[in-house]
């Protein structure tokens, strides 16, 4: 368990028969060198003490939201910035209920709602109560939010059942937990450029022309991309998403503004171009509002095809090119068109003429075409979560 040495932990125990594991968990991370500080939910104390939790991690344990002595330290801030990552184990169904649906009504809750680290949860509850649509709709939701699950097992219950509902064993956890760290310093090896969003042609100081592009698949892969250990820097166009913290954002507004920057910030090992890049731009334009009543003629000219450069470049060609193409009819064979031309690794394309799916929509629905492979369909799935899977499938490639 190397790479939990020197990791802080912030363990969460719930009110659940399986608390008394936690225990066994302090003493395994602590043997590994790990940090560790505790929250005991109120429940949980039923189940394991205060005292115990302290003999085991030497560290002052946490309970009350509206504590004198810790809110003068504002706990539910400084504890989440304190850890590398927050586990939660067991996580009950009435925790991961009220995480999913954005409650703070405890010093446990809270601590997660403030949180900007990576949170994995340990389900543990009947059987009964795990496959409750309910709780799998909560379960749901947390890894749409990119909460990370561990378990649970099927197996003998305390309440005598058997099924689904039993909390992963500790050294499993730990398992879970060190591989995660070893990924982090695999991948911190490696670095990504992203883009994303549209473009502004401008045509007068207030009118432009653009693609229609939101920019949100291209910020939940630089989102992934850094979560998962790899430096990545996104070069966005114009949207109203918010930045993604730990990633270096370029901001721009043209596709010419977009290219230099391209150019500036390689080589990398990954190139994703998500971006909506206008195909042209206005060769005539005015510098003063054109007024309607103004008889106009537009002249244009082609912007720089900055995948297709790229791709082709001898020495700044990163070592996974990766484009996508916006597509209305003839998806297949403009797409298998597309990775041939421009000299990329895969091309992802959508079928943009479904509103459902694509542009400003949580949802998209895509195939990936890779070069001298099989292409592999996608179902419909939320944005985030296509996300994490194209980066999966980039670092195993890498690897």
């Not at 484009?323 to 403009?334: M, P, Q, R, V």
Request: charged letters at 25%; one cysteine or more; hydrophobic letters at 35%.
């Amino acid at each position: 368990m190397e790479n939990l040495k020197n990791k802080k932990i912030l363990l969460i125990i719930c009110g659940g028969i399986a608390a008394y594991k936690s225990l066994e968990l302090i003493r395994l991370f602590k043997k590994s060198g790990s940090m560790v500080k505790t929250i005991l939910t109120n429940n949980a104390k039923k189940f394991v003490t205060p005292l115990s939790v302290v003999s085991l991690s030497q560290e002052k344990v946490y309970s009350n939201l509206f504590d004198l002595e810790n809110e003068s330290e504002m706990d539910h801030i400084s504890l989440s910035r304190w850890a590398d990552i927050i586990l939660i184990a067991p996580a009950t169904a009435n925790t991961i209920s009220k995480i999913a649906n954005g409650y703070a009504d405890d010093l446990a809750s809270t601590v997660v709602l403030a949180s900007n680290k990576k949170i994995f949860l340990a389900p543990a509850m009947n059987v009964r109560m795990w496959e409750n649509s309910s709780n799998k709709k909560n379960i749901n939701k947390l890894i749409d939010f990119n909460y990370k699950i561990i378990g649970p097992e099927k197996g003998d219950m305390a309440c005598g059942e058997y099924g689904e509902g039993k909390m992963t064993e500790p050294r499993e956890m730990m398992n879970n937990l060190n591989r995660y760290f070893q990924n982090l310093s695999n991948n911190s090896k490696f670095t990504a450029l992203v883009t994303a969003g549209p473009t502004h042609e401008y045509i007068d100081p207030v009118r432009y022309i653009t693609n229609r592009s939101s920019g949100k698949q291209g910020y939940e892969i630089a989102r992934c991309l850094q979560e998962s250990g790899i430096k990545t820097t996104l070069i966005t166009g114009p949207t109203n998403l918010r930045p993604v913290e730990g990633v270096d954002i370029i901001k721009v507004k043209s596709a010419e503004e977009m290219f230099k920057k391209t150019l500036e910030n390689l080589p990398s090992d990954i190139g994703i171009f998500s971006a909506a890049v206008s195909d042209w731009r206005v060769k005539n334009y005015k510098n003063i509002k054109i007024k309607k009543d103004e008889n106009i003629n537009l002249e244009f000219e082609r912007n720089i095809d900055i995948l297709n450069h790229v791709s082709n470049h001898n020495s700044l060609r990163p070592k996974i090119v990766i484009g996508f193409s916006a597509e209305t009819n003839n998806i297949l064979k403009n797409s298998k068109a597309k990775i041939e031309q421009k000299n990329c690794d895969w091309i992802i394309a959508n079928d943009v003429s479904n509103d459902a799916i694509g542009f400003e929509s949580d949802l998209n629905e895509v195939t990936i075409f890779y070069k001298g492979k099989d292409s592999e369909k996608f179902p419909r799935m939320k944005k985030s979560l296509l996300a994490k899977k194209i980066v999966e499938k980039v670092i195993s490639q890498l690897n």
